[in-house]
């Protein structure tokens, strides 16, 4: 079953029913206590990472998160708190997964936000399980996680190469929606929620 | 590469679309939740819902619909129409909209868009804007075209990209329902001149003009209505067609 870190940032509705249409059981972690109920943690997270920062120190549950052993997704800002740190109000973060979230560069003649539907291409982790490469996502967001050889498992191109997912041990984080990424993006719920360490 | 969007648009009165639709396996073409999910399947990237119910009981309504959709769709939505406060956006963002789409309340009232992009962020707030031609200027029209403002459609967008508008929603009214093609020559101006997405509507009415509007406009999306609800074109088809024509979409 899994846990969704219940800490304010941004509405999680369209999580919740993405999971209630695929038969995923889902709870609300608002404790401690309560992240030992679940077998996976979900990380949400819309808006300015170092106010989604902030109200994550708020619940008291940060060294615990850093100590799980079972799988955690973090899904857009919620990914990027997995980072040291963001250029986004100069915030630092978590650092479990030790890169950096940058802000989009507009003279790359790019706008900004990145929003909508682009390909990704991965490492055949098994979060993209059964995924094709080049399989598009939906993405929005204006700050974006670096590339890392080490710790990327799947990598979009908006001006430049950025990760679209990462991973480090038991810590996985997605730039994308998965919820709003139609069925690709269902299946990438469901691979989580099927992982084992 | 980012794919360029299609955006069927569908018009919401007491919770129910109208326009006639007629595909042929929907039970009942007036259900938003039903008619959304089909387009979702067919490949829409997005879809927009204008509220145009006038009624007092209209909110409570439209938030009980706009759940509804958000447990049955997997790809995003925007809900615009009667959007005037804070409240309107945020009981909508926490029944699962993804955007809101406003448009006269930002005219009379800017800094709404200021407001809205703090409380919510600038990839929440798209503002709709309805331009006509006039005396050789392009101006900003209100209530469906009726009511011209004093703002001219340059200004008012790159105001409303300062002031955190994410998105602009462009709706020619000398094209729209014409069916004679998209306004590329104002729609490639104002792309040229904001870092933000663009999304073009009204003149939509054969494949050609979505091909013709990414190519020669540049735009982020393109939004249609009675195309797609009249099945005139298939979305399926035009993103082969956009394909061909070396335009990235998702298909």
Request: proline content about 3%; some cysteine; hydrophobic content about 40%.
């Amino acid at each position: 079953m899994i846990g969704i870190i219940n800490y304010g940032a941004g509405n999680i509705f369209s999580l919740t029913a993405a999971l209630a249409r695929l038969n995923i059981a889902y709870g609300m972690v608002n404790n401690e206590d309560e992240l030992e109920k679940y077998s996976h943690m979900i990380i949400p997270g819309v808006g300015h990472a170092g106010a989604a920062m902030e109200k994550l120190k708020d619940t008291g549950l940060i060294e615990a998160i850093k100590k799980l052993s079972k799988p955690v997704l973090g899904i857009c800002v919620g990914m990027q708190l997995l980072t040291e740190h963001s250029e986004e109000g100069d915030s630092t973060l978590l650092n479990i997964i030790p890169v950096m979230t940058k802000k989009f560069d507009k003279t790359l003649s790019i706008k900004i936000p990145h929003m909508g539907w682009n390909a990704i291409q991965h490492t055949n982790n098994s979060l993209f399980k059964g995924i094709e490469n080049n399989e598009q996502f939906y993405f929005v967001h204006s700050y974006f996680i670096e590339y890392n050889p080490t710790f990327d498992i799947a990598s979009a191109d908006y001006g430049l190469k950025f990760s679209a997912a990462i991973q480090k041990n038991n810590f996985y984080g997605v730039q994308f929606h998965p919820e709003k990424s139609g069925k690709a993006g269902e299946l990438i719920l469901k691979n989580f929620s099927n992982l084992s360490l | 590469m980012l794919s360029k969007r299609i955006i069927p648009c569908l018009d919401v009165k007491d919770g129910r679309t109208v326009k006639g639709v007629n595909f042929v396996d929907l039970r009942d073409a007036g259900d938003p939740v039903e008619l959304a999910a089909q387009y979702a399947q067919q490949g829409a990237d997005e879809l927009v819902f204008l509220d145009i119910t006038a009624t007092h009981e209209r909110r409570k309504t439209m938030i009980e619909m706009v759940k509804s959709v958000a447990r049955q769709l997997n790809i995003p939505f925007t809900i615009g129409g009667g959007i005037s406060e804070i409240a309107d956006a945020e009981a909508l963002l926490n029944a699962g909209a993804d955007k809101i789409s406003i448009n006269s309340a930002a005219v009379r009232n800017p800094k709404l868009i200021e407001e809205l992009a703090k409380a919510f962020g600038v990839q929440f707030v798209v503002l709709a804007v309805d331009t006509k031609y006039i005396n050789g200027k392009n101006m900003v029209h209100l209530n469906g075209g009726r009511l011209i403002t004093e703002l001219e459609t340059e200004n008012w967008i790159k105001q409303a990209e300062d002031l955190g508008a994410g998105e602009i929603l462009l709706t020619s009214m000398d094209h729209d329902g014409t069916k004679a093609g998209f306004d590329c020559g104002l729609l490639g101006k104002i792309n040229h001149m904001i870092n933000i997405p663009i999304i073009a509507s009204g003149g939509a009415g054969n494949m050609e003009h979505f091909t013709e509007v990414f190519q020669k406009a540049n735009v982020d999306a393109a939004l249609a209505a009675s195309v797609f609800h009249y099945g005139e074109i298939l979305i399926p088809d035009l993103k082969q067609e956009l394909k061909r024509n070396h335009i990235p979409v998702r298909i």
